[in-house]
């Protein structure tokens, strides 16, 4: 069974970091292609971020392009993205999302929120 | 950017009902088009795929169809489990996949 689990959300005030963190099982993590797609409370669904399969090909929405950074560690089924400049319009659940055949495959999210 | 764009916004129903919610895009996407079902507090679930592909686990009552720039998901008996929020998603630009704004269907 697919299992995507995030991690790493919390509160953070704007200008900070954050670092989330997708634990991958249930499948071979490096021979798939994973995305980072966003919900602000209330709101619809966002694509963030790409990483290929080997990590050599990324892609990110122009809404975060230049603080965000998506990364992949095959090793350790892991899948990251380092947060910087935060700001208050990037509150929202992340969800990491495994691209399969048919359609994308979800974890269960992870909240974080930039506020003073 | 290809932009998708569902109709209507909110829709109220009964059970038993036969729903049908459209989703258009900016350009034509061939067949690149999913449907996701989302409940409060939690993540999207995949229903349809490839436009009409039902997803394994999924009940028939759903389906879709369509091609080029106009697709329909139908459900074609509600079920008081179906009342959820309902996401296109176009496959086409890879990996740059937008979603519609969704569909959030009610109980009348």
């Known amino acids: 069974e697919v299992q995507l689990v995030e991690s790493g959300g919390g509160l953070v005030q704007p200008g900070g970091s954050l670092r989330l963190s997708c634990a991958a099982s249930g499948f071979t993590f490096s021979s798939y292609e994973m995305n980072w797609v966003r919900q602000a409370p209330g709101k619809g669904l966002e694509w963030v971020s790409y990483i290929s399969s080997s990590g050599s090909t990324i892609y990110y929405a122009d809404s975060v392009k230049g603080r965000f950074t998506i990364s992949r560690d095959n090793a350790k089924n892991s899948l990251y993205l380092q947060m910087n400049s935060l700001r208050a319009e990037d509150t929202a659940v992340y969800y990491c999302?495994?691209?399969?055949?048919?359609?994308?495959?979800w974890g269960q999210g992870t909240l974080v929120t930039v506020s003073s | 950017d290809i932009q998708m764009t569902q109709s209507p916004s909110s829709l109220s129903a009964s059970v038993g009902d036969r729903v049908t919610i459209t989703c258009r895009a900016s350009q034509s996407i061939s067949s690149y088009l999913n449907w996701y079902q989302q409940k409060p507090g939690k993540a999207p679930k995949l229903l349809i795929y490839a436009a009409s592909s039902l997803q394994s686990g999924v009940p028939s009552r759903f389906s879709g169809s369509g091609s080029g720039t106009d697709f329909t998901l139908t459900i074609s008996s509600l079920q008081p489990e179906d009342f959820a929020t309902y996401y296109c998603?176009?496959?086409?630009?890879?990996?740059?996949?937008?979603f519609g704004q969704g569909t959030k269907l009610e109980i009348k």
């Open positions: 998603q176009q496959s086409y630009s890879h990996p740059s996949y937008t």
């Open positions: 999302a495994r691209i399969a055949v048919a359609g994308l495959d």
